[in-house]
């Protein structure tokens, strides 16, 4: 996942949770009840020397976690360009403190690992001083027990397995270590276009204070409690289904709902359409009479089909938002604050209340083109890049209104720069 820290989206989203369109379906952080998987098969041999065993398991010898560690180094380092700086380059191996206590979870097909997955469990070792920084877990210690926690992260999947049912498989085999432990709380990370997915199956924020990484960039915090079905049924999660329902004995610590209420993102999923829109209408209300912004001209009913699965994200000074190279292709709105596009160290361009950015990776389908830090603190709006494409489809009135006011502000932006 850093992001999930899965690589792993659906097949429309993409990437751990670092990842975006790379991906397959979450499903480690879910909870769900162990099943069968059905698309891996039996284990082999080649020339009378065991080789890595076809089917999902948990690694336990050394030949399972360094065809892991290459695999890991096949993904990150050289398809992704990632964690450059703590690989072996000469072994092709990426290896982490954690791995030295984490259970390693891996799928296998043809003798040769296609999937992966990391847990870092408090009962299993103490959490590493980067868990605890990067999760941001000191307030949920200071009143669970470690044993209650794990962490998710390095899920990644084959390129050619993105999009199918090998991660959501893996993520029930692995459950059953969840179930088995009774663990009541899963961290993980993932980037601001994939929070929907997440939140959807279930995951919720928790941290005022978002995660910058320099090899996975910017990433939101988020928890899954795993034994709280009524949650996952009140919000319509597809894994209120599969779940294990434990009743009246459902492990919900006391303290989950107080320490999540100091998220700094607010969904359009779980919260009032009309509360939603009345945010964002209040914020960009006050533009100057010659700015125009993404959603000008749109009334409440229009707005709503485009602000589907968005998301409003607090952000601090210093945030890199935005990486250069990121493959990540949906749009921001500033609703307040001051961001800054970087290139190369440099400021190229300022954004303020109303402006919009990651529109080039939208519009023409490429990589992020430039970086954009948070100059201050402010929030963003985080649109869906799914809920775009299908308004373009099904509703070409909306969506010529919305691209018209991008158009727009890119032209003022030409004419302001020049």
Known sequence: MERWHCASPPPSAGGTCEEPRFLPRPGILTGAIPQEPTCITVAGERRGVSVIRNGF??????????????????VYVEEMGRYGSAADHEKRLLVQEEDATARIFYAAQDGRVVATS???????????????????????????????????????????????????????????????????????????????????????????????????????????????????????????????????????????????????VMSQRLIAKADYWATIHDALDELAENRVSALDGLDEEEAARVLGKSNIIECRAGDRVLKK??????????????????????????????????????????????????????????????????????????????LLNISKMLCMRILTSG
């Open 57 to 74: 398991h948990l690694a336990e010898t050394e030949a399972e976690k360094q065809a892991i560690y290459r695999f890991r180094y096949d």
């Open 118 to 264: 990391r847990f870092s469990w408090g009962g299993d070792a103490p959490f590493t001083k980067r868990l605890i920084d990067h999760y941001q877990l000191e307030p949920f210690l200071a009143e669970l027990a470690p044993e209650t926690m794990a962490v998710g992260e390095r899920g990644m999947v084959e390129p050619k397995l993105r999009g199918t049912d090998v991660f959501r498989d893996l993520g029930r085999f692995s459950s059953r270590f969840i179930a088995d432990n009774r663990i009541q709380l899963i961290f993980g990370t993932c980037e601001p276009h994939l929070l929907s997915l997440y939140m959807g199956q279930g995951c919720r924020t928790y941290s005022k204070q978002n995660v910058n990484t320099a090899d996975a960039g910017y990433l939101i915090p988020i928890v899954s409690v795993v034994e709280d079905i009524e949650y996952l049924r009140r919000i319509g999660s597809p894994n209120a289904e599969t779940a294990v329902d434990y009743g009246d004995d459902a492990r919900i610590p006391d303290c989950v709902e107080r320490l999540i209420d100091t998220s700094g």
């Open 325 to 402: 190279g990121g493959v990540a292709r949906n749009m921001f709105v500033v609703l307040d604050g001051t961001l800054e596009v970087r290139e190369e160290g440099a400021v190229i361009r300022v954004l303020s209340a109303g402006d919009v950015f990651g529109e080039m990776a939208f519009l023409l389908e490429r990589p992020r083109s430039a970086d954009v830090y948070a100059a201050t603190d402010g929030r963003i709006l985080s649109l869906s890049e799914s809920t775009l494409r299908k308004t373009i489809a099904s509703d070409p009135t909306v969506a010529a209104h919305l």
